[in-house]
């Protein structure tokens, strides 16, 4: 198994760019999740996905979008970057979701730089 | 509202020392706590969860970490400190509640000299 992937590993982008983060797992996880990592505040969440077809807000969703059209793709729109969206996401899977003593699978992350 | 408090950013041990990370969550109800690793320019991965069973939890490495409620904390050690620990740590938590949302603390870097 190739476990959670995310494509690109960096990507510099300028304000008002719009452009999209992949995440794909192989697990048959039901559960993805999107998370943004800024120094000191920890991950938070973005948006999540407990199946295909249904997605929901977190803690932080605006300025992104998000669809799960399969079980195993879960990408990430930016529909106008702006440089406060410099941050590392990192995308998750679960076999349930969030918190219910199930491991979160997490990719290797995408570094995003907002000019 | 749940949050999680880590106390300490940084931490630097010698090898061979014990490891302290200090952990303090609030929580409205039975929360599930987790201790994740970040070793430099990669992803989260699990060391441990505690979901209500048994207050001492041992995880991967030789990690461990108690649960006590009276002192709301869950505070994750280990006996002695590998250079392969330097790394960073967060402490999370999850309430049934609260819609299982994960809430990250704010991380802690740990530094094990030689």
């Known amino acids: 198994n190739a476990g959670v992937t995310q494509t690109p590993k960096f990507q510099v982008l300028k304000t008002g760019q719009s452009m999209t983060l992949q995440c794909a797992q192989d697990?048959?996880?039901?559960?993805m999740s999107w998370y943004r990592q800024d120094p000191g505040m920890g991950l938070r969440l973005i948006h999540y996905?407990?199946?295909?077809?249904?997605?929901d807000q977190g803690e932080v969703p605006n300025g992104y979008n998000v669809s799960r059209s399969t079980t195993e793709d879960f990408p990430l729109r930016l529909l106008s970057a702006a440089p406060s969206q410099t941050s590392v996401y990192f995308c998750?899977?679960?076999?349930?979701?969030?918190?219910?003593?199930?491991?979160?699978?997490f990719g290797p992350g995408t570094r995003l730089t907002v000019t | 509202a749940q949050s999680v408090t880590q106390l300490d950013s940084h931490v630097s041990v010698s090898e061979g020392t014990p490891v302290l990370l200090r952990c303090n969550y609030s929580?409205?109800?039975?929360?599930?706590l987790f201790w994740y690793v970040q070793h430099p320019n990669k992803g989260l991965q699990l060391l441990l969860k505690y979901t209500s069973a048994a207050t001492l939890v041992k995880g991967i490495n030789g990690f461990e970490a108690e649960f006590k409620k009276s002192e709301t904390s869950f505070h994750l050690t280990k006996p002695s400190a590998h250079m392969s620990d330097a790394a960073e740590y967060f402490c999370v938590v999850s309430d049934l509640r609260a819609g299982n949302m994960l809430t990250f603390g704010g991380g802690t870097r740990l530094m094990v000299k030689p």
């Open positions: 929580s409205s109800y039975s929360p599930s």
């Open positions: 697990m048959n996880h039901e559960y």
């Open positions: 996905s407990v199946g295909a077809g249904i997605t």
């Open positions: 998750a899977s679960s076999l349930e979701g969030e918190g219910q003593g199930y491991e979160q699978y």
